[in-house]
C-alpha cells in the first residue's frame, strides 16, 4: 500500500497527527492515494464518520471501515496512541520496550503497550514481505563490476562478478520498496521466476532492452522496454 510521507521529527508528528481526526484522514490517503473512490458505486465523494472510523460514500451511503484488514481494527486504544507508538517505534533504533512505551504514553497497563508493541512488529514484517506492486523499475547489473571484453553470459565466465537484479517500486518521483536478489544467470526464465517472487501480477514493470526481460508478458506483468544507448566500457547485457 503506498503510503503518504510520514512525518520525520517530532514537531512534524504533533503538527500532523494531533487529533483522531487527522489519524484517520492518514489512513483513508494510505487506502486512496488518487483520493476517496466508493467500492460499490465508484463516486469520489464521502462524508466522515470520525466516532465509527468509517467513510460513507455521499451517493449510495455505501460506509467503508478506514481500519478494516489492519492492526487497528476495532482497537478501543485513540488511533493518537498507536500513532506515536508507530512513531517511537520506528525513529528509536534500539528498539522501544513496552515498559518505556506504557511510560511514555502515559498507559494505564503494562498490557496494552505490550499488545501495541507485539502487533506493529508484525506490520512491519509484513509490509517488508509483500511483493512490491505498482510501477516497478527492473535493472540488471553485475557486482564485482563488468569483466573487460566480455559481452552478455561470457560476464559469468570465471565468476569474478555476480549477476543482480535489483527492482524499485516507483512513487512518483520518490522511490519506494526495493528487493534485490543473487541469480544465476540473465535468461528469460530465471529473471521472470525471481520478478515474479518480488512483484506482484499486473504491475508493469520498466527494464532495459535485455533479451530476458521479453517474456514478461506471458507472465501477466505490463512490461515496458527502454532502450539505452551502450555506455563505452559498459557491459551491453542485451547480446
Ligand atoms: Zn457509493
Not at 462524508?47 to 460514500?57: F, G, I, M, N, Q
Not at 500513532?83 to 517511537?88: I, K, R, V
Amino acid at each position: 500500500m503506498p503510503r503518504p510521507p510520514f512525518p520525520r521529527n517530532v514537531r512534524e508528528f504533533q503538527r500532523q497527527f494531533a487529533t483522531e481526526e487527522a489519524c484517520q484522514q492518514y489512513l483513508a490517503a494510505c487506502r486512496w492515494p488518487e483520493g476517496f473512490r466508493c467500492p460499490r458505486c465508484a463516486h469520489q465523494r464521502a462524508y466522515t464518520l470520525v466516532t465509527h472510523r468509517r467513510w460513507e460514500c455521499a451517493a449510495c451511503r455505501h460506509q467503508v471501515s478506514l481500519t478494516a484488514g489492519t492492526i487497528l481494527h476495532n482497537t478501543k486504544t485513540p488511533l493518537t496512541l498507536w500513532f506515536w507508538a508507530a512513531y517511537l517505534m520506528t525513529t528509536d533504533k534500539r528498539g522501544v520496550s513496552a515498559l518505556l512505551l506504557q511510560r511514555q504514553l502515559g498507559l494505564r497497563r503494562y498490557e496494552t503497550a505490550w499488545m501495541m508493541l507485539h502487533k506493529l512488529r508484525r506490520a512491519m514484517v509484513n509490509a517488508a514481505r509483500e511483493p512490491l506492486y505498482g510501477d516497478i523499475e527492473v535493472d540488471d547489473t553485475w557486482i564485482g563490476g563488468p569483466q573487460p571484453g566480455l559481452r552478455g553470459s561470457r560476464q559469468l565466465k570465471g565468476r569474478h562478478a555476480v549477476p543482480i537484479l535489483v527492482a524499485v517500486e516507483k512513487r512518483g518521483d520518490r522511490s519506494g520498496r526495493v528487493r534485490m536478489s543473487v541469480l544465476s544467470d540473465f535468461k528469460g526464465t530465471t529473471v521472470t521466476a525471481l520478478i515474479q517472487q518480488h512483484v506482484a501480477p499486473g504491475s508493469t514493470v520498466y527494464t532495459d532492452g535485455l533479451a530476458g526481460f521479453a517474456v514478461l508478458p506471458k507472465a501477466n506483468f505490463r512490461h515496458v522496454a527502454r532502450t539505452q544507448p551502450s555506455q563505452p566500457g559498459g557491459a551491453d547485457l542485451s547480446s
